[in-house]
């Protein structure tokens, strides 16, 4: 998988479109990512030990990674993510500045 935790992300489809965030979790699995913040839905929640009162409360859903684009570091715009060898290791690599990731 291309984008890892920590990574800064953009969404491109979707209700939150246009909102970039921060990758939280990743689920290799299924090809989805957890974002802080983003791709919210809301849950009713029985009273328990963590929520005395229970109610309504809003929680964060993964997105699929194909809804999604990497922000680069180095040149702030959405990219495609390469890769390189260097010195025996792989390194992703930004498509428009050509800087490491």
């Known amino acids: 998988m291309k ?9 491109t489809v979707g209700k939150d479109k246009g909102k970039s965030g921060v990758v939280e ?7 989805k990512v957890l974002v802080t913040g983003m791709n919210l839905y ?8 963590k929520m ?5 409360v809003e929680i964060a859903r993964p997105i699929n990674i194909s809804k999604l684009n990497l922000v680069c570091p180095k ?9 390189k060898v ?3 290791k792989k390194v ?10």
């Open 52 to 56: 005395p009162q229970g109610g309504i």
């Open 42 to 49: 809301k849950r009713h929640v029985k009273k328990n030990e």
């Open 25 to 31: 979790k990743v689920y290799k699995n299924s090809n």
């Open 3 to 11: 984008i890892k935790k920590g990574d800064k992300i953009k969404i």
């Open 86 to 88: 260097e010195k025996n």
């Open 92 to 101: 992703r690599i930004c498509k428009k500045c050509d800087s490491k990731i």
């Open 75 to 83: 040149c702030a715009k959405i990219t495609r993510i390469g890769f």
